[in-house]
Antibody, heavy 118, light 112 residues
Framework: QVQLQESGPGLVKPSETLSLTCSVSGGSISSGYFWSWIRQNPGKGLEWIGYIYFSGSTSYNPSLKSRVTMSLDTSKNQFSLHLTSVTAADTAVYYC???????????WGQGTLVTVSS | QPVLTQPPSVSGAPGQRVSISCTGTRSNIGATYDVHWYQQLPGAAPKLLIYDNTNRPSGVPDRFSGSKSGTSASLAITGLQAEDEADYYCQSYDSSLSDSWVFGGGTKLTVL
């Protein structure tokens, strides 16, 4: 079955760019799914960040849109998240997940904690 | 502020039944978009519990059930067990926010 795994720095300085990669195994990233990022601030709920479609088209949460970009690397079966100008409010566990229109997120990666601190 | 509204907490004794509500609007649940539920144990990623309003993935006990009516949905858990203590989230799709998936704020279930 499809499995997802996040990777990237666990510590990012304020004002810098947070970059994470999600590696997909057991299936092709070029299949017809929306590859998404979701985050969870410590002790808080889940927030959808955005998705990248296998075609490369994207959609982002309006609250983060000005700072988010996502990209695909089909040769590595990976997709990535870049969040610029981070602050302490961006400290969170970041999950990658697969979704289709009007469907649930499934599966999820195990999540990776990113702390924004100098 | 979460788009979908859930109670912050619910509790029940072992063996009892509890219900968690999820209230949306006409642009998400009320627009006939499906509702999905996740269980999140401490330190773990969310796990899909109910999909498409009422369906259970393979391996989820039939003690868990979902329903939807109008702009709201509910998750019911019968025969409460200690292992059910977790956070529960509802999720849907919203057409007013330019192609967005939305979550509830989460409900902490405490088994007394």
């Amino acid at each position: 079955q499809v499995q997802l795994q996040e990777s990237g720095p666990g510590l990012v300085k304020p004002s810098e760019t947070l970059s994470l990669t999600c590696s997909v195994s057991g299936g092709s990233i070029s299949s017809g799914y929306f590859w998404s990022w979701i985050r969870q601030n410590p002790g808080k709920g889940l927030e959808w960040i955005g998705y990248i479609y296998f075609s490369g088209s994207t959609s982002y949460n309006p609250s983060l849109k000005s700072r988010v970009t996502m990209s695909l690397d089909t040769s590595k079966n990976q997709f990535s998240l870049h969040l610029t100008s981070v602050t302490a409010a961006d400290t969170a566990v970041y999950y990658c997940a697969r979704v289709r229109y009007n469907k649930p997120f499934d599966p999820w990666g195990q999540g990776t904690l990113v702390t924004v601190s100098s | 502020q979460p788009v979908l509204t859930q109670p912050p907490s619910v509790s029940g004794a072992p063996g009892q039944r509890v219900s968690i509500s999820c209230t949306g609007t006409r642009s998400n649940i009320g627009a006939t978009y499906d509702v999905h539920w996740y269980q999140q144990l401490p330190g773990a990623a969310p796990k899909l519990l109910i999909y498409d309003n009422t369906n259970r993935p393979s391996g989820v006990p039939d003690r868990f059930s979902g329903s939807k009516s109008g702009t709201s949905a509910s998750l019911a858990i019968t025969g409460l067990q200690a292992e059910d203590e977790a956070d529960y989230y509802c999720q849907s799709y919203d057409s007013s926010l330019s192609d967005s998936w939305v979550f509830g704020g989460g409900t902490k279930l405490t088994v007394l």
